[in-house]
């Protein structure tokens, strides 16, 4: 639920928190508090959020285990979040506040390269100065149906995060086949 609204406008937020039976002025802080509420009930220990867009602070942190299991839960849970995060594009009309101010046309292109291959799905990229290139991504084998998330910290580049993904995925598919124990949170 909180997985897929990620990027909230404050309004968005305030109606969110209002459902829950929450109010108060500062809805951002109670929308972040409620994540890592619901961060613990997924029983997600080494993750804190300290604001809803994932954008670098030095009280927002989390481990590849618990990104993975944060994406399987969602993955699983939402189609609509199934269906927004294998987008590859998204397009809307954005209109100024202003009475009779110009409105645009605005089109975002999802940066997963991996969308384009068959197979992969969603889940979230993320680059910043101190974490690199980043990416949580499922994989479904189409022969077999069976999932695999993998997720990549830290990269170097958009290429080496969508390679070294690829390679995870690989190594996890080939652990699988050779009929060692699949990781329990990629099993179908």
Avoid at 81 to 104: E, M, Q, S, W
Avoid at 164 to 169: E, I, K, N, T, W
Wanted: with cysteine; charged share 25%; glycine share 8%.
């Amino acid at each position: 639920d909180l997985a897929a609204t990620g990027h909230l406008k404050r309004e968005e937020a305030e109606k969110y928190l209002r459902s829950k039976g929450k109010r108060g002025t500062d809805a951002r802080g109670a929308f972040v508090a409620e994540m890592n509420r619901e961060a613990v009930a997924m029983g997600l220990t080494h993750t804190h959020f300290s604001n809803p867009h994932g954008m670098h602070s030095k009280n927002h942190y989390s481990t590849a285990r618990e990104m993975a299991l944060l994406s399987s839960i969602a993955m699983r849970a939402s189609g609509l979040f199934r269906r927004i995060v294998n987008a590859k594009t998204h397009a809307t009309h954005l209109f100024n506040n202003r009475v009779g101010g110009p409105a645009r046309h605005v089109v975002w292109t999802n940066t997963n390269v991996l969308l384009g291959e068959e197979g992969y799905e969603g889940v979230k990229t993320g680059n910043t100065p101190s974490a690199q290139f980043c990416l949580s991504v499922q994989y479904r084998d189409p022969v077999t149906a069976r999932r695999v998330i993998a997720v990549v910290l830290g990269s170097k580049s958009k290429e080496k995060r969508a390679a070294d993904s690829r390679a995870v995925v690989q190594w996890e598919m080939a652990r699988c086949s050779s009929g060692e124990a699949p990781n329990p949170l990629n099993q179908s």
